[in-house]
């Protein structure tokens, strides 16, 4: 059962009454109360609420009893071994089955965070995490109570199996504008700078920041910023990493994507008529994918001119809403999508048809990102009701569900990373959770 549902349960012990409650534990009907302004009103929202939250603590009760679960009969480690050496189980088949088995086996740990440039550090709450390539730094964005966002850069060099303590460096030389999307751009060298899309005041600003503005070293010889300018509203960006479109960066706008050089300052924009919420760059052609609100995904060939009209569109896939995020599998014949109706589907290119769909997610409004390791075959997705799920890629099958260790809200939606290498090549693996004020690890052994 989906731990986010709340009528389901309600429904199957005794019919809905309009203006009534039913309540299982009383066993009785309650009359719902109208308004907000009686004392603890009993109103549809602070029950759903409640239930919510009651469910939320059962599971995470579950989760410190139960240390190893299986999510399909007979699967256990010692079955899969006598399996596959009986020659009875693929090579490829045995390694996934060991990642859903370390998967169920995930064990939740709160990291210190310290902050050598800050006084406040822990005072603000975590909005975006996204990390680098190698999975050596984390770039945060954090919520302030003044309005505006906090930037910084966690080092994961210290995320060890005995001490959990990370280093988090703030950058206090940028405006810190709030910020809609992140993404690491590969300039100098691999991950060397940022690319914020900022939309404190309209029109928004897009920025492309060295990463070393966070160093603790050489605090009086600060590089600038390598390019900012104004823009409208921007809900996307994708850094492109294909020589053949080298040093430039997308940023998805309203009703238009705008593709910058930033070493010439050469822009090139091609109207849509939707707003571009998800995007991404193909690296072994330069082509940019994009995901609007309308619920289209069309891909661009960003070495041809723009033109009038839809004629430069190439690929062109629909979901019935809104779609957030996007990814582009590694072979690049298939791309993963995720819209606001909560639905993930995985297309095939080639023949511009959904050949799978994972089910469980939850999504009514949010810009929610997809998170996808082929390596280890598994997705990772966290749901607008605070719930952090992971499938198989092979056969779509929901391997787990992580409740947020804090209560559920708009507000506190987890965001995370996994990686098998979580501070670099010799680093440790598992999956990284920011809530609130707080980072979580779970184990990944």
């Known amino acids: 059962e989906d731990p986010s549902s709340s009528s389901s349960a309600q429904s199957s012990i005794a019919p809905e009454l309009p203006g009534f ?8 009907y309650f009359r719902l109360l109208p308004g907000h302004n009686n004392h603890n009103p009993l109103t549809k929202d602070s029950i759903q609420h409640k239930a919510m939250e009651y469910k939320r603590l059962k599971l995470l009760e579950e989760e410190e009893k ?3 679960k299986t999510t399909r009969a007979g699967l256990n480690s010692s ?4 399996k596959r050496q009986l020659g009875s189980l693929t090579p490829t088949s045995y390694c996934r089955y060991i990642h859903e088995l370390k998967v169920n086996c995930m064990q939740r740990r709160k990291i210190e965070i310290h902050s050598p440039d800050s006084s406040v550090a822990g005072t603000n709450n975590f909005k975006i995490i996204v990390a680098d390539v190698a999975c050596e730094r984390i770039f945060t964005v954090n919520d302030v109570e003044h309005g505006g966002c906090k ?14 303590t990370v280093e988090m460096y ?6 810190n504008r709030k910020v809609n999307s992140v993404c690491w751009a590969s300039l100098t060298h691999p991950d060397s700078h940022l690319c914020l899309m900022g939309i404190a005041e309209t029109p928004g600003c897009a920025s492309l920041l060295p990463a070393s503005l966070f160093s603790s070293t050489n605090p009086g010889d600060r590089p600038g910023m390598l390019c900012s300018f104004k823009i409208s509203t921007a809900w996307s960006c994708a850094w492109c990493l294909n020589p053949q479109a080298d040093n430039c960066f997308s940023t998805g706008l309203t009703r238009r994507v705008l593709v910058t050089n930033v070493v010439t300052g050469h822009r090139q924009t091609f109207g849509t008529s939707s707003d571009v919420l998800a995007q991404q760059f193909a690296t072994q052609t330069p082509v940019l994918y994009n995901g609007c609100r309308s619920g289209e995904i069309f891909s661009i060939d960003v070495r041809q001119r723009n033109r009038k009209g839809q004629s430069w ?7 019935g809403s809104a779609v957030t995020s996007i990814h582009l599998m590694e072979a690049e014949h298939y791309l993963m999508a995720a819209d606001m109706a909560g639905k993930i589907k995985l297309w095939d290119l080639r023949t511009a048809k959904c050949v799978k769909q994972y089910k469980g997610h939850h999504n009514e409004y949010a810009l929610l990102p997809l998170h996808v390791n082929e390596e280890e075959g ?6 607008q009701d605070c719930y952090t799920r992971i499938w198989s890629l092979q056969d779509t099958h929901l391997l787990r569900t992580i409740p947020s260790p804090h209560p559920s809200s708009k507000d506190a939606i987890p965001s995370v990373v996994f990686s098998s290498r979580l501070g670099g090549s010799r680093g440790v693996p598992g999956l990284l959770m920011a809530v609130k004020q707080d980072l979580y ?3 990944y052994n």
């Not at 409650?21 to 009785?28: L, T, V």
């Not at 703030?170 to 405006?175: K, P, Q, V």
């Not at 569109?313 to 979901?319: D, E, P, S, T, V």
């Open 170 to 175: 703030d950058n206090l030389y940028f405006t």
């Open 151 to 164: 930037y910084g850069i966690i080092n994961l060099s210290g995320l060890g199996k005995e001490s959990l």
């Open 313 to 319: 569109k190439a690929i062109r896939l629909f979901h």
């Open 21 to 28: 409650y039913y309540d299982p534990e009383k066993n009785r």
């Open 79 to 82: 079955v899969l071994l006598q």
């Open 378 to 383: 598994l997705l990772i997705a966290v749901g």
């Open 441 to 443: 690890h779970f184990s």
């Open 66 to 68: 139960q240390h190893q």
